[in-house]
């Protein structure tokens, strides 16, 4: 396959402007590396905020940047300790917005072999874009094991061990803003795990969509805490809540919720790096509660070999049928759609989807 030696890429030229098009060199992988042509690229609401402090300064380490963590696309250059993987194959990863020649929102990208999945024929590329950064997240949240203090996670069983399917079977999930990204796969992964029932928030015109995921129950998440809480023991048949999670954790009162379902006790999983990102009366939680966090990255010393397994289990999952990929929204315009796209997520305009790129349809 012919590979050029330039490509576009969406890039941020200095800090706080607008993303534009430009171009780039065609990165050459290492030794333990594969080249991969992106095909679909996902958005995320970290990307409208990495322009701006304090965010610019937590994830640009050089000039021009590239965003993007979620791709998919196809393998078309091995580096030289590669078997694993051949020419060809379609693959999906969670790319790295720190290194540019990592990051998703171009037209080529090296990887690391070992963090990639192979994308099965019932899946697209641009279903698949919709996974690695959500999964991941949710994934280091729940289940990575590493004793490295930087690991803020719950430590639960993985679901991808045998203890992971029996541990917490029959017992109830709580899950607050279930039609996000993070949790439809926070759904799934209940599910996975044999919580029941898996009771979630959301827009009630998203009901149908997580209820096929494994959700039991879908409350109207514009009611009040107070009336929510009143109504969860029924819907548990009395059983106390262990496990809760707060997929939009920057809005207070959805971690206060996530807080207040929780029994003495529970685990309490909200998708922020640290707990001085959540008001203190959750951080300082009390009642033997424990609360997790997350940074949501397979590329850091302690969060990698929870992020192999992880990536080890994936192809197998979406070609059963386990895990389902969010329902994606194509931009038009390849990457040149991209600024339109993250001022919709800016603005709160997208519901229970993923927007996704085609960076080989720029012009």
Known sequence: MSIPATQKALLLLQEATPYVVGERPVPHPGSKEVLVKIIACALNPVDHRIPYPPHSRLFIKSWPFVPGHDAAGIVVKLGA??????????????????????????????????????????????????????????????????????????????????????????????????????????????????????????????????????????????????????????????????????????????????????????????????????????????????????FGSVWLPYTRECGIAMFKHLTEWLEKGILKPNPVEVLPNGLAGVPDGLARLKANQVSGKKLVAKPQETA
């Not at 072999?113 to 994308?119: P, S, T």
């Open 81 to 294: 300790e590669v078997a694993s993987l051949k020419e060809g194959d379609r693959v999906v990863f969670e790319a790295s917005v720190h290194t540019p020649d990592v990051a998703a929102l171009q037209q080529y990208a090296t990887v690391d072999a070992d963090l990639v999945a192979i994308i099965p024929d019932n899946i697209s590329f641009e279903s698949a874009a919709s996974i690695p950064l959500a999964l991941t997240t949710d994934v280091m949240l729940l289940y990575n094991q590493s004793p490295a203090p930087e690991n803020l996670g719950l430590r639960l069983k993985p679901v991808w061990e045998p203890e992971g399917t029996t541990e917490y079977a029959g017992t109830p999930a709580f899950i607050v803003a279930g039609s996000t990204s993070l949790g439809q796969y926070a759904i799934q992964l209940a599910k996975m795990a044999g919580h029941s029932p898996i009771i979630t928030t959301a827009s009630p015109h998203n009901a149908a969509l997580l209820t096929s995921l494994g959700a039991t129950h879908v409350l109207d998440r514009s009611r009040s805490n107070k009336s929510i809480l009143e109504e969860l023991p029924s819907l548990t048949s009395g059983k106390p809540i262990q496990y809760a999670f707060v997929a939009a954790p920057f809005h207070p009162e959805a971690c206060r919720l996530g807080r207040d379902a929780l029994a003495p006790g529970g685990a309490l999983g909200i998708a922020l790096p640290s707990p001085t990102r959540v008001p203190e009366d959750v951080a300082n939680v009390g009642d033997g509660k424990r609360v997790g966090y997350v």
